[in-house]
């Protein structure tokens, strides 16, 4: 059984830093596509990074580029997302998810397979 399991949330102040992280177990293969969505009270899930095992490319939104770093372990079972430069508009649920049918580009939250129960960031201002 796939289980995807976040750490690392919490509450920081505006223009700190968190480092999120996302073990995966269960799968028999690696994934082909590992990555981060966020959901905050009353609003859609919006796609935050996602990162390909192929070849290690990484897709951002337009809202965390330049701030928001995405990677791979060696291993490829362990997905972390480091947030710098936090803002308030951070704050959400933030949810790890793997595997898609798209090979390319940003999947919405809707297009991935598997996603885990997720950890909270706080952003105060």
């Known amino acids: 059984q796939v289980q995807l399991v976040e750490s690392g949330g919490g509450s920081v102040q505006a223009g700190g830093s968190l480092r999120l992280s996302c073990v995966n177990s269960?799968?028999?293969?690696?994934?082909?596509?590992m990555g981060w969505f966020r959901q905050a009270p009353g609003k859609e899930r919006e796609s935050v990074a996602a990162?390909?095992?192929?070849?290690?490319?990484?897709y951002y939104a337009d809202s965390v580029k330049g701030r928001f770093t995405i990677s791979l372990d060696g291993a490829k079972n362990t997905v972390s997302l480091q947030m710098n430069t936090l803002k308030p508009q951070d704050t959400a649920m933030y949810y790890c998810?793997?595997?898609?049918?798209?090979?390319?580009?940003?999947?919405?939250?809707?297009?991935?397979?598997?996603w885990g129960r997720g950890t909270q960031v706080t952003v105060s201002s």
């Open positions: 998810a793997a595997e898609s049918i798209l090979w390319i580009g940003l999947p919405r939250p809707n297009e991935y397979q598997y």
């Open positions: 269960g799968f028999t293969y690696s994934s082909n596509v």
């Open positions: 990162i390909y095992t192929s070849d290690g490319s990484t």
